[in-house]
């Protein structure tokens, strides 16, 4: 019996020897089997030299490109721009993966992902031939144009579009973000990551991922050897703020006033203006909010090329007023509307002032006793941030949405929000993040207006189920 039994574990044995996988090599964080590698090394080999050499180029994409990346980042010496398109062709069906990841909008032109395999092989015979550092130059220029473009989109008002772009080119964006990958030195190409950063800041601030662009900006300004532009100076001001850090933020602020003042740079004075403001409202100091609101329309011109737009600090005051003076409140809604569609022509739609207008107009109508009203507008309001991506404005536009429930009767609805809410904030903020003075105010009403009924099991029930549905279902729903 006792042989049996070995025998028995001994054919077990050798079945999990001959399960094992095949050796593999971790590449970029993935593990690939060597056979793999070994099959992509076959492939280059039966290449011609043009093939070959684009096949090396085209490994320093982090992600998927495009055609006109190609150009940008891969022609030069022997493969000139007027005759990469055919090499490209050549290449694609031996080395290359199509990738369908082209937004609404978008020219329907082919792009491509290169194989973990290929890419390695790619690599390694680039840096043999010594021209690593050169193509990687190219590739930090044509990710700042990039950023630039995806900035001037938002601008003018294209801000999903800007969005979608910044977000599918951003495994490149990072690769050029971190100044240690440079083929120079940190320090000489801290800059380049600096204005890579700073161009992204409306998908740091207003697209939620605020815990990433502060993570990535400072490790920038930590390896740039000359002062930080003022501009520089002002986003690391503002994550800090929407970190929930503004004792963080006021020494930025100085600093950034001071280099804006140095560099003459006028545009960056108003951005301060309307960030003091931020930082006021974040406070609960309404009327300090409503004077550096007012100072920074007074300080930006017609058009700004860079950073928050005049909608977004008329809704600022307006935000600042709408619990003291409703009246002030609505008239500063209408300039921005005023503003708005003045400048349609030349900036389009400004979707993240708009979602925090839905707040004050939410706010206004709760103060006429207008509930139903209230709660259309906190829930469309809702349903803007999320579409953006924000997690700040999305729970506090669900917070204000479950004060209203709750004043209704609708007490599982609020229950359900604020279990979402709660989930929201603890999976991307840190455990030191602190909510604006307005939310805070806005979460208390709607737990003023639960009142016992917090302790109820079934309401308690509630709150967990919302916490595992979340705000994209509940923003549907409640």
Same mark, same amino acid.
């Given at each position: 019996?006792?042989?049996?039994?070995?025998?028995?574990?001994?054919?077990?044995?050798?079945?999990?020897?001959?399960?094992?996988?095949?050796?593999?090599?971790?590449?970029?964080?993935?593990?690939?089997?060597?056979?793999?590698?070994?099959?992509?090394?076959?492939?280059?080999?039966?290449?011609?030299?043009?093939?070959?050499?684009?096949?090396?180029?085209?490994?320093?994409?982090?992600?998927?490109?495009?055609?006109?990346?190609?150009?940008?980042?891969?022609?030069?010496?022997?493969?000139?721009?007027?005759?990469?398109?055919?090499?490209?062709?050549?290449?694609?069906?031996?080395?290359?993966?199509?990738?369908?990841?082209?937004?609404?909008?978008?020219?329907g032109?082919?792009?491509?992902?290169?194989?973990?395999p290929?890419?390695a092989?790619?690599?390694?015979?680039?840096t043999?031939?010594?021209?690593?550092?050169?193509?990687?130059?190219?590739?930090r220029?044509?990710?700042?144009?990039?950023?630039?473009?995806?900035?001037?989109?938002?601008?003018?008002?294209?801000?999903?579009?800007?969005r979608?772009?910044?977000?599918?080119?951003l495994?490149?964006?990072?690769?050029?973000m971190?100044?240690?990958?440079?083929?120079?030195?940190?320090?000489?190409?801290?800059?380049?990551?600096?204005?890579?950063?700073?161009?992204?800041?409306?998908?740091?601030?207003?697209?939620?991922?605020?815990?990433?662009?502060?993570?990535?900006?400072?490790?920038?300004l930590?390896?740039h050897?000359?002062?930080?532009?003022?501009?520089?100076?002002?986003?690391?001001?503002?994550?800090?703020?929407?970190?929930g850090?503004?004792?963080?933020?006021?020494?930025? #602020?100085?600093?950034?006033?001071?280099?804006?003042?140095?560099?003459?740079?006028?545009?960056?004075?108003?951005?301060?203006?309307?960030?003091?403001?931020?930082?006021?409202?974040?406070?609960?100091? !309404?009327?300090?909010?409503?004077?550096?609101?007012?100072?920074?329309?007074?300080?930006?011109?017609?058009?700004?090329?860079?950073?928050?737009?005049?909608?977004?600090?008329?809704?600022?005051?307006?935000?600042?007023?709408?619990?003291?003076?409703?009246?002030?409140?609505?008239?500063?809604l209408?300039?921005?509307? !005023?503003?708005?569609?003045?400048r349609?022509?030349?900036?389009?739609?400004?979707?993240?002032?708009?979602?925090?207008?839905?707040?004050?107009?939410?706010? #206004?109508?709760?103060?006429?006793?207008?509930?139903?009203?209230a709660?259309?507008?906190?829930?469309?309001?809702?349903?803007?941030?999320?579409?953006?991506?924000?997690?700040?404005?999305?729970?506090?536009?669900?917070? #204000?949405?479950?004060?209203?429930?709750?004043?209704?009767?609708?007490?599982?609805?609020?229950?359900?929000?604020?279990g979402?809410?709660?989930?929201?904030?603890?999976?991307?903020?840190?455990?030191?993040?602190?909510?604006?003075?307005?939310?805070?105010?806005?979460?208390?009403?709607?737990?003023?207006?639960?009142?016992?009924?917090l302790?109820?099991p079934?309401?308690?029930?509630?709150?967990?189920?919302?916490?595992?549905?979340?705000?994209?279902?509940?923003?549907?729903?409640?």
């Open positions: 019996m006792s042989q049996e039994k070995g025998g028995e574990a001994t054919r077990g044995l050798e079945y999990m020897w001959a399960a094992e996988p095949p050796e593999t090599e971790r590449l970029w964080g993935e593990h690939v089997g060597l056979e793999h590698v070994a099959a992509a090394e076959q492939g280059y080999e039966g290449c011609g030299p043009a093939e070959q050499l684009l096949w090396e180029r085209l490994s320093v994409f982090e992600g998927a490109f495009g055609r006109e990346a190609v150009r940008e980042v891969c022609a030069s010496g022997a493969l000139p721009a007027g005759e990469i398109q055919a090499v490209l062709d050549r290449l694609a069906p031996l080395a290359l993966l199509p990738v369908d990841d082209l937004f609404d909008g978008e020219d032109l082919p792009r491509y992902w290169m194989p973990h290929m890419r092989v790619g690599a390694r015979r680039l043999a031939r010594g021209d690593r550092w050169a193509v990687l130059l190219h590739h220029r044509w990710c700042v144009k990039v950023a630039r473009r995806a900035a001037d989109w938002w601008q003018r008002g294209r801000q999903l579009d800007a979608d772009l910044a977000l599918r080119e495994p490149d964006l990072a690769a050029a971190d100044p240690t990958t440079a083929p120079l030195s940190p320090s000489a190409e801290a800059e380049t990551s600096v204005e890579i950063a700073v161009a992204l800041w409306f998908l740091w601030v207003s697209c939620g991922r605020i815990a990433e662009g502060r993570s990535r900006l400072r490790h920038a930590s390896l050897a000359g002062p930080p532009s003022a501009r520089a100076l002002w986003l690391a001001a503002f994550l800090e703020l929407e970190s850090r503004p004792e963080d933020a006021d020494p930025l #602020l100085a600093q950034a006033w001071a280099a804006a003042v140095r560099d003459g740079d006028e545009h960056c004075l108003s951005l301060l203006a309307h960030l003091r403001g931020s930082t006021a409202l974040y406070q609960g100091r !309404t009327r300090a909010a409503a004077a550096e609101f007012r100072e920074a329309l007074a300080l930006m011109e017609e058009h700004p090329e860079f950073g928050p737009s005049r909608q977004a600090c008329w809704v600022g005051l307006a935000l600042s007023l709408c619990r003291s003076d409703p009246e002030g409140a609505q008239e500063a209408d300039e921005a509307d !005023t503003d708005r569609e003045s349609r022509a030349w900036v389009g739609r400004d979707l993240c002032a708009e979602a925090w207008a839905y707040h004050v107009r939410a706010e #206004l109508g709760a103060w006429d006793g207008d509930r139903g009203r709660a259309e507008y906190a829930r469309r309001a809702l349903r803007e941030h999320l579409r953006l991506g924000s997690a700040v404005g999305a729970a506090c536009a669900a917070e #204000l949405l479950a004060q209203m429930r709750a004043m209704d009767g609708q007490h599982d609805a609020a229950a359900h929000l604020l979402a809410v709660d989930l929201l904030r603890t999976s991307v903020f840190d455990s030191s993040y602190r909510p604006s003075e307005y939310c805070v105010a806005t979460r208390a009403r709607g737990e003023e207006a639960l009142g016992a009924l302790a109820d079934e309401l308690r029930s509630a709150y967990e189920e919302g916490a595992r549905r979340g705000l994209f279902a509940l923003s549907c729903e409640v």
